[in-house]
């Protein structure tokens, strides 16, 4: 068997990667290689490039650099391939609001190409939506005491209204990739789903404030760094761990059934920010790192966790590793690897 993984030297891509070649399958991983949100952490970007790539190599991968938004040279690329899983984004909404060309570019006509893609070669595609295209207006319809964790409200689901609130180009271009998929699967059949996902961490994750808050939060701990804690702290989100979501993309390839699909760690990986910190500075021996206020941020969300209910019946999937266990793991990786994270 044989798959390619768009974004396939990046965080995600990278764990998709690893888990497919333990597998055994032949594993092409398709990635332009740029450093847009490398450059904005202030740690090593070219080392932490050459730390995925080498990565990939040394799994046994085969590293196409290649654009998803040439869509003849994805094309070619996936040719005798059986499955796509596309990481490849713009995941940053600052970087979106900065730049909503390349998020644009990116997010949509990019994600368009790899459907298109999947449709010609007639193979099953994954995508990687996220939580975002519910927009931030959840955040009207809680109170202070309700982000808490101990009060939360409840998990929601694919249901749930979407673009609520006040959106940005991240916003605007994921809900496009999401109704491309839909679209592909109503009129062509296609055999694909998108997935809505929230809070992402693991390994090899160079994680900065707009973008991987977990690894920011253990790299900063770690490092002896203020972290930055936008808002009161006390947002919540249900975690979920790279090799968890691997699984859950093998499932699909698994059980094949399209649909658009809300995928995180539920309401038993449900973790606040400063909850977050507090376990971080356990495994740190009781050192913490100096806490600066951020205050506000726009298109932030106060509280998500998901209702995985869909997923688990369609799929046959539930997420395993919780979140003591995963952060523990990420800890390890950063602790090892500090020469990574130096400025």
Known sequence: MKILVTGGAGFLGSHVCDYY???NWEVVAYDNLTKYELNRTGYNADSARNYNIGFLKNAGVTLLKADIRDSQ???NATKGCDYIVHTAAQPAMTIGLENPDLDFSTNVIGT??????????NIPVANCCTIHVYGNGINDHLTEEETRYALSPSAIDENYPILSGKITPLH???ICG???TRMFIDSYGLKAASFRLTGLYGERQFGGEDHGWVANFTIRTIM???ITLFNTGKQVRDILHAQDLCACFHAFFTQQVPG?????GGEEHAISLLETIEYLNKLNGGQSSPIVAGGERFGDLNYFVSNIRKVQEN???KPCIHPQKGIAYLYNWVKENQNLFCC
């Open 172 to 174: 605007a271009s994921k």
């Open 21 to 23: 070649r333990k597998k």
């Open 73 to 75: 040279a994805l094309l």
């Open 178 to 180: 999401e109704h491309y």
């Open 224 to 226: 002896g760094r203020p």
């Open 315 to 317: 799929l046959q999937w």
């Open 260 to 264: 658009i699909y809300t995928v995180g």
């Open 112 to 121: 368009y190409n790899v459907l298109s893609t999947a449709r010609a070669l």
